[in-house]
């Protein structure tokens, strides 16, 4: 297995609250990505990385930041957390573009009351 | 933009049945496309692939064959085992993609009972 983590796996918070989730890798892999899974909906991406401090927006971007200081982490930022942003939030990895596939972390389940 | 839609779920089948996910994707050029698995409580899991149109993936039973005719990716097993309940995700990536990114399915949920 890909050796990535997440933390933490389960979260509650309330409206308003800024909440930093974190994926760990040590694969040394230089794509990450951190999506969202909700029914129906697969899993939508919303920002990604291809490099230290280097990073783009995705799909659902509105209402999260990212930041990446260091090739094994990447951060996903709810500056003030809505209750429409209660997911499951996946981190995955990919070595450099072309034929490679994704790995992903177990997931964090995140609630916004 | 890309798109990729499954059939809905669930789909519930007894122990030792014929299974077929259907999948059909939107893109231009020539993507490539995967079946992703999601067991219970864990993340996605790399399936099975095909990089150009009429190869065939195959893992632990599954197969899925590129048509790029019908733009299809059906996922099929010959007899499913309850230990294949899980979510299957459909997902493509677009041939010029300098972020490696995949545009998933909506996912479908698979119920194997004894």
Not at chain 1, 49 to 55: A, E, I, L, M, Q
Not at chain 2, 83 to 91: E, K, L, P, R, T
Request: include cysteine; glycine fraction near 10%.
């Amino acid at each position: 297995d890909a050796g990535i983590t997440q933390s933490p796996r389960h979260k509650v918070t309330e409206t308003g609250t800024p909440v930093t989730l974190r994926c760990h890798q040590t694969e040394n892999h230089r794509y990450m990505y951190w999506y969202r899974q909700d029914p129906g909906h697969g899993l939508r991406l919303i920002h990604y990385s291809y490099g230290v401090k280097d990073t783009d927006k995705g799909e659902v971007s509105d209402g999260y930041s990212v930041s990446r200081s260091k090739t094994e982490d990447f951060l996903l930022t709810l500056e003030s957390a809505t209750s429409s942003q209660t997911s499951v939030y996946f981190c995955a990895i990919s070595e450099t573009s072309g034929h490679n596939e994704q790995f992903f972390g177990p997931g964090t389940r995140l609630t916004v009351l | 933009g890309d798109s990729v839609t499954q059939m809905e779920g669930p789909v519930t089948l007894s122990e030792e049945a014929f299974l077929t996910i259907n999948c059909t994707y939107t893109a231009t050029g020539y993507p490539s496309l995967f079946w992703y698995v999601q067991y219970p409580g864990e993340g996605l899991q790399l399936l099975l692939k095909a990089t150009k149109a009429d190869d065939k993936g195959s893992n632990k039973g599954f197969e899925a064959t590129y048509r790029k005719e019908t733009t299809s990716f059906h996922l099929e097993k010959g007899s499913v085992q309850v230990s294949d309940s899980a979510v299957y995700f459909c997902a493509l990536r677009r041939s010029y993609n300098a972020g490696n990114m995949l545009t998933f399915g909506g996912g479908t949920r698979l119920m194997v009972k004894p």
